[in-house]
T-cell receptor, first 109, second 114 residues
Framework: GQNIDQPTEMTATEGAIVQINCTYQTSGFNGLFWYQQHAGEAPTFLSYNVLDGLEEKGRFSSFLSRSKGYSYLLLKELQMKDSASYLCALRDSNYQLIWGAGTKLIIKP | IAGITQAPTSQILAAGRRMTLRCTQDMRHNAMYWYRQDLGLGLRLIHYSNTAGTTGKGEVPDGYSVSRANTDDFPLTLASAVPSQTSVYFC?????????????FGDGTRLSIL
């Protein structure tokens, strides 16, 4: 079966850096996605990793280690608007997404 | 603006009633999905369609049905609503089911079953 774990909640300071971890167990792997979801809104796509390593996109970077079943999302130069939930999603062998419960990130001034 | 439109935005429904949630996309995406999102749980896939004319069951399909008569529309029907179906429902689409194509989401339908 599949399982995805993320911390429930994290707090960080405006201007700082935060790393949100995601660990997973799966019998089939076809990529890992990160989404951002503001309260009361729809999830929006942030990043996709299918090979090991770091993908950088502006202030956001995502890392994947397939052998360790581990990914993280790194947010730099935090802004108040980054307060949101961050969802990790695993694409399984049937090409469907299995979602983590999300990490609520609280940014303090 | 191209995207996914869901209707209604919110609905309060009596248990036992039939309800259809509408989803339309104008991006010519082949794959479409219905999820439910409940507090403390990840998004759970209800049904999906990899291309027009085909549908498949996701993780939590019981009590729900879908159809995909054309590329643009993917309605979700609750035949006889029950309180446990109270949730936020998101429709999503992607260019294809595989590859690195992300899923794009509608704004959601907030459904309360009393």
């Amino acid at each position: 079966g599949q399982n995805i774990d993320q911390p429930t909640e994290m707090t960080a300071t405006e201007g700082a850096i935060v790393q949100i971890n995601c660990t997973y167990q799966t019998s089939g792997f076809n990529g890992l996605f990160w989404y951002q979801q503001h309260a009361g809104e729809a999830p929006t796509f942030l990043s996709y990793n299918v090979l090991d390593g770091l993908e950088e996109k502006g202030r956001f970077s995502s890392f994947l280690s397939r052998s360790k079943g581990y990914s993280y999302l790194l947010l730099k130069e935090l802004q108040m608007k980054d307060s949101a939930s961050y969802l990790c999603a695993l694409r399984d062998s049937n090409y469907q997404l299995i979602w983590g419960a999300g990490t609520k990130l609280i940014i303090k001034p | 603006i191209a995207g996914i439109t869901q209707a209604p935005t919110s609905q309060i429904l009596a248990a036992g009633r039939r309800m259809t949630l509408r989803c339309t996309q104008d991006m010519r995406h082949n794959a479409m999905y219905w999820y439910r999102q409940d507090l403390g749980l990840g998004l759970r896939l209800i049904h999906y369609s990899n291309t027009a004319g085909t549908t498949g069951k996701g993780e939590v399909p019981d009590g729900y049905s879908v159809s995909r008569a054309n590329t643009d529309d993917f309605p979700l029907t609750l035949a006889s609503a029950v309180p446990s179906q109270t949730s936020v429902y998101f429709c999503a689409s992607s260019v294809e089911a595989g590859g690195g194509q992300p899923q794009h989401f509608g704004d959601g339908t907030r459904l309360s079953i009393l």
